[in-house]
């Protein structure tokens, strides 16, 4: 098995930029992919690949990845964007999958 | 539209069993793993494990093995998570999600979720 550790907490100022990391060893052979989650809804992916926003993401939020860290950037924070974000990827094996343990943004 | 759609709440006993089912629409059942998340109240999400609902394979998260079961009727498009003797630290909302890989193996996501189920286990 492996772990994604994420901060738990990050905030940014209306309008701002703030990237939020996703660290693990198998990040070195699988991509991550990110879920947004808000209060009372189910999770929502907001980016997954090298760089790839579903339809419907707004490009505000892109990704990028370097060695065993993966990184979600939202450039131009928007109040719509405070939520709970999740990074998960395959585990070392390639057959299970593993969730970071969340970074809750506020936007200030 | 991709759709997944959950059964509703349930309250158990400890010690029971609970069978949690996720009716998909929209795609081809048998072309996308499905897979279990589950989320405790006030923490993070947890993969469970996943189902082949073409051939019926299975993999679980360490955790969850022997406890845990996923199966699938294809004749409607359902697939199911059962958990057995019930904790009351198995309180927690289930997710079932379609996974899709991406041109490499490396690419992977859950592009639709089911609205959650929430199970409550209270004696």
């Known amino acids: 098995s492996s772990e994604l550790t994420q901060d738990p907490a990050v905030s940014v100022a209306l309008g701002q930029t703030v990237r939020i990391t996703c660290q693990g060893d198998n990040l070195r052979s699988y991509y991550a992919s990110w879920y947004q989650q808000k209060p009372g809804q189910a999770p929502m992916v907001v980016m997954f690949?090298?760089?790839t926003r579903p339809s419907g993401i707004p490009d505000r939020f892109s990704g990028s990845s370097s060695g065993d860290t993966a990184s979600l950037t939202i450039t131009g924070a928007q109040a719509e964007d405070e939520a709970d974000y999740y990074c998960s990827s395959r585990d070392t094996s390639g057959n299970l999958y593993v969730f970071g343990s969340g970074t809750k943004v506020t936007v200030l | 539209q991709v759709q997944l759609v959950q059964s509703g709440a349930e309250v158990k006993k400890p010690g029971a069993s609970v069978k949690v089912s996720c009716k998909a629409s929209?795609?081809?059942?048998?072309?996308?793993?499905v897979h279990w998340v589950r989320q405790v109240p006030g923490q993070g999400l947890e993969w469970m494990g996943w189902?082949?609902?073409?051939?019926?394979?299975?993999n679980y998260a360490q955790k969850f093995q022997g406890r845990v079961t996923l199966t699938r009727e294809t004749s409607i498009t359902t697939a199911y998570m059962e958990v057995t003797s019930l904790r009351s630290d198995d309180t927690a909302v289930y997710y079932c999600?379609?996974?899709?890989?991406?041109?490499?193996?490396?690419?992977?996501?859950?592009?639709?979720w089911g609205q959650g189920t929430l199970v409550n286990v209270s004696s």
């Open positions: 999600a379609r996974g899709v890989a991406g041109r490499s193996w490396t690419i992977y996501c859950f592009d639709s």
């Open positions: 929209g795609y081809t059942f048998t072309g996308y793993f």
């Open positions: 189902i082949n609902p073409n051939s019926g394979a299975t």
């Open positions: 690949g090298e760089n």
